[in-house]
């Protein structure tokens, strides 16, 4: 029997999900939890997907550990814990053409692609529902790039170290990209609050007109009671 379970690694932690899926079984679970926190100890703060091949007569188990999920790997390159969640708009990160390699080499044994450059188009391609940035780019103009012949020296020599200096420039552009978000985000605000104090006015301008028409129709009857 296969149990699939996705679990941040190395710290698998019992609970009613885990509980649900592994008490009808009849396994220990204490020891599920110990021995996969131990087979994944090197993916810490991941999510990464795990199979338990589970024997039913015996209840004896056996662990398959996946490389965490592509959009996990990019979180985790970035040093960030949530992609962002208007890719179009805002931008989580910038990632150079090395990191993007190394990615694609962490997961291509688990890709269909065939070679590493469609490997690395595949990670591009996740940096697009994300909103992250390639090489201060947005991913689909480097994915035309990579077809043109761009990188075709990184990719073919499967460089996955990134200078310092090239990682302090992609942050500094990346940060001036952050900077315009914010100021953005700030000037849409203002003018959603404005928008809806605008409203609020209009309404209680059209509750004090219509109060006054009350008012006015009330005293006009006191004058003229024969016409009530």
Same mark, same amino acid.
Request: net charge positive.
């Given at each position: 029997?296969?149990?699939k379970?996705?679990?941040?690694?190395g710290?698998?932690?019992p609970?009613?999900?885990i509980?649900?899926?592994?008490?009808?079984i009849?396994?220990?679970?204490?020891k599920?939890?110990?021995?996969?926190?131990?087979?994944?100890?090197?993916?810490k703060?991941?999510?990464?997907?795990?199979e338990?091949?589970v024997?039913?007569?015996?209840?004896?188990?056996k662990?398959?550990?996946s490389?965490?999920?592509?959009?996990?790997?990019?979180?985790?390159?970035?040093?960030?814990?949530?992609a962002?969640?208007?890719q179009?708009?805002?931008?989580?990160?910038?990632?150079?053409?090395?990191?993007?390699?190394?990615?694609?080499?962490?997961?291509?044994?688990?890709?269909?692609?065939?070679?590493?450059?469609s490997?690395?188009?595949?990670?591009i391609?996740?940096?697009?529902?994300?909103?992250?940035?390639v090489?201060?780019?947005?991913?689909?103009?480097?994915?035309?790039?990579?077809?043109?012949g761009?990188?075709?020296k990184?990719?073919?020599e499967?460089?996955?170290e990134t200078?310092?200096e090239?990682?302090?420039?992609l942050?500094?552009?990346?940060?001036?990209?952050?900077?315009?978000q914010?100021?953005?985000i700030?000037?849409?605000?203002?003018?959603?609050?404005? /928008? /809806?104090?605008?409203?609020k006015?209009?309404?209680?301008?059209?509750?004090?007109?219509?109060?006054?028409?009350?008012?006015?129709?009330?005293?006009?009857?006191?004058?003229?009671?024969?016409?009530?």
């Amino acid at each position: 029997m296969i149990i699939k379970l996705l679990v941040e690694g190395g710290k698998m932690t019992p609970g009613p999900a885990i509980a649900q899926k592994l008490g009808p079984i009849g396994v220990n679970i204490g020891k599920v939890i110990q021995d996969v926190n131990q087979a994944t100890e090197g993916f810490k703060g991941l999510k990464v997907p795990v199979e338990l091949d589970v024997d039913a007569s015996t209840k004896e188990f056996k662990i398959k550990v996946s490389s965490p999920p592509v959009s996990e790997l990019i979180k985790k390159e970035l040093g960030i814990e949530k992609a962002s969640g208007e890719q179009k708009k805002l931008k989580a990160g910038n990632l150079s053409i090395e990191q993007i390699i190394k990615i694609a080499k962490t997961k291509h044994k688990n890709m269909l692609d065939r070679n590493l450059k469609s490997a690395v188009k595949s990670v591009i391609g996740s940096c697009v529902s994300l909103g992250v940035l390639v090489e201060n780019e947005e991913p689909v103009k480097v994915e035309e790039q990579i077809v043109s012949g761009k990188y075709e020296k990184e990719i073919l020599e499967g460089k996955t170290e990134t200078s310092q200096e090239k990682l302090d420039k992609l942050k500094e552009y990346f940060e001036q990209i952050r900077t315009k978000q914010e100021e953005i985000i700030k000037k849409e605000q203002e003018e959603k609050e404005a /928008e /809806e104090e605008a409203k609020k006015a209009e309404t209680e301008k059209a509750k004090k007109e219509k109060n006054l028409k009350i008012r006015k129709k009330r005293q006009k009857k006191k004058k003229n009671p024969k016409n009530n």
